[in-house]
C-alpha cells in the first residue's frame, strides 16, 4: 500500500511542478542553447509582459539534431503563488526552426499555439503579484514526432504527448517583477 501511494505522490508532485518530458527510452536528450532579447537570469523586457504590450519576446535556439521533426515551447512560472504557472505552449514548429520572433504566438513555421494557464490561447506574459522576483523558463524541446493536440489542450497534455519523444532541450530562464 506505501508503494501505491508513493507512485500516487509521485505523479501528483511531477503534474503541479509542469512536468518534465522524457526521451526515449535508453536515450539521453541533447542540450541546445536557448537565447532571447533578455540575457539568462535577467529581466524580460517590460512590452513582454502585462505592464506592457504583452508580445512575445523573441525566442532562438542552436540547431537541433538531424532526427528533430518537430519542436515544442514551454513558458513557465515555478514561483507563482499557487504552484507553476505555464504562460505559452506551442507545438509541431517545423524541426529546421532556429527562432520565433517577437510577437510570433502560433502558426509560426508550422507552430500550434495552445491554451495556458490564463485560459487563453498563445502567449500571455509575466504578471506576477506585486512584490517577489519570479523566474520564467523558456523551455525548446526537439521531437522526434508530430504532436496531434488541438488548441484547447493545456501543459499536461502537451506533457503527455512529448513523453518519450525529447530528443533535444533547453532552458532560458528570464526574470521579472513589479
Aim: glycine content about 12%; overall charge neutral.
Amino acid at each position: 500500500m506505501k508503494r501505491i501511494a508513493l507512485v500516487v505522490f509521485a505523479v501528483a508532485a511531477c503534474k503541479s511542478s509542469g512536468g518534465s518530458p522524457t526521451p526515449p527510452p535508453g536515450q539521453t536528450a541533447a542540450e541546445v542553447s536557448v537565447t532571447s532579447s533578455f540575457g539568462a537570469n535577467t529581466s524580460i523586457p517590460v512590452a513582454s509582459t502585462c505592464d506592457g504590450a504583452d508580445t512575445s519576446p523573441q525566442i532562438g535556439w542552436t540547431a537541433m539534431p538531424d532526427k528533430v521533426k518537430t519542436i515544442a515551447l514551454v513558458v513557465d512560472d515555478p514561483d507563482a503563488p499557487k504552484g507553476t504557472f505555464t504562460h505559452w505552449i506551442l507545438w509541431n514548429v517545423k524541426g529546421d526552426t532556429r527562432l520565433i520572433p517577437a510577437n510570433g504566438n502560433g502558426g509560426y513555421s508550422g507552430g500550434i499555439a495552445g491554451t495556458n494557464d490564463f485560459d487563453k490561447v498563445g502567449w500571455n506574459g509575466p504578471c506576477p503579484p506585486k512584490g517577489a522576483l519570479h523566474h520564467y523558463h523558456f523551455r525548446v524541446y526537439g521531437l522526434d514526432t508530430t504532436l496531434t493536440l488541438k488548441q484547447s489542450d493545456k501543459r499536461a497534455d502537451l506533457d503527455h504527448a512529448m513523453a518519450g519523444h525529447v530528443i533535444a532541450q533547453g532552458d532560458l530562464v528570464g526574470t521579472f517583477q513589479h
